[in-house]
């Protein structure tokens, strides 16, 4: 089974950078990289995807090496409102059927 | 365009009792799947559906049951609610892969529906 390995918590002041990576070493090849946010009492909601190399979009970046095996959300000039859980998701190579699994999360913490 | 919306999205239950969720979905979406969240947790997959009359297993499958009768539905039930299966319940729904065989992988999730087991 796929499984993903992000840190468990990370804390940062308001307007930094915040970076999450993921470990992901069982990726499979037609696989992409999906990062969700997460808000109290709601449910995870995608923020972006991507295959390799970089994607960027209004809200963060993703890179991705070219072996796949990690990925790093990039969160730029963070605020009050980006104070949520983080997940990392991948296909699940074992099961064509697209199961997915979720690990724990990152709790990223914003400070004015 | 509702998305995907979760019946009902509180309930109470005493422990033995049985009752069923309602997850619903207006995307057409082929893919469809039931996750718990218990306090400070990551979600846990309980079952998943790849399309009409279709499910299996996920990581949590005990005490439950799941149902995919119709496209747009997906069904989880509780026979006999136990205390440990206190928890926030979210669907959700996504499209199938791509002809080209690479998923994109893009969950649509619903509001939750918070349950208590007494």
């Known amino acids: 089974l796929a499984k993903t390995t992000q840190p468990i918590s990370m804390d940062s002041y308001e307007g930094q950078e915040v970076n999450i990576t993921c470990s992901h070493n069982?990726?499979?090849?037609?696989?992409?990289i999906t990062w969700y946010q997460q808000f109290p009492s709601q449910g995870p909601r995608f923020i972006i995807q991507?295959?390799?190399t970089k994607v960027t979009n209004e809200v963060a970046s993703l890179f991705i090496p070219a072996d796949r095996k990690s990925s790093t959300l990039s969160l730029p000039r963070v605020s009050l409102s980006d104070t949520a859980v983080y997940y990392c998701?991948?296909?699940?190579?074992?099961?064509?059927?697209?199961?997915?699994?979720f690990g724990a999360g990152t709790q990223v913490v914003v400070t004015p | 365009n509702a998305g995907v919306t979760q019946t009902p999205k509180f309930r109470v239950l005493k422990t033995g009792q049985s009752m069923t969720l309602l997850c619903a979905q207006d995307?057409?979406?082929?893919?469809m799947y039931w996750y718990r969240q218990d306090p400070g947790m990551g979600l846990r997959l309980i079952h998943y559906?790849?399309?009409?009359?279709?499910?299996a297993k996920g990581e949590v499958p005990d005490g439950y049951n799941v149902s995919r009768l119709k496209k747009q539905n997906f069904l989880l039930g509780l026979e006999s609610a136990a205390p440990s299966q206190t928890s926030v319940y979210f669907c959700?729904?996504?499209?199938?892969?791509?002809?080209?065989?690479?998923?994109?992988?893009?969950?649509?999730f619903g509001e939750g529906s918070r349950l208590t087991v007494l």
């Open positions: 959700a729904s996504s499209y199938s892969r791509t002809s080209g065989g690479a998923y994109t992988g893009e969950l649509f």
């Open positions: 069982n990726i499979a090849t037609n696989d992409y």
């Open positions: 991507g295959y390799k």
């Open positions: 998701l991948v296909g699940d190579p074992t099961d064509s059927w697209g199961k997915f699994q």
């Open positions: 995307m057409n979406h082929e893919y």
């Open positions: 559906s790849v399309g009409e009359g279709t499910t």
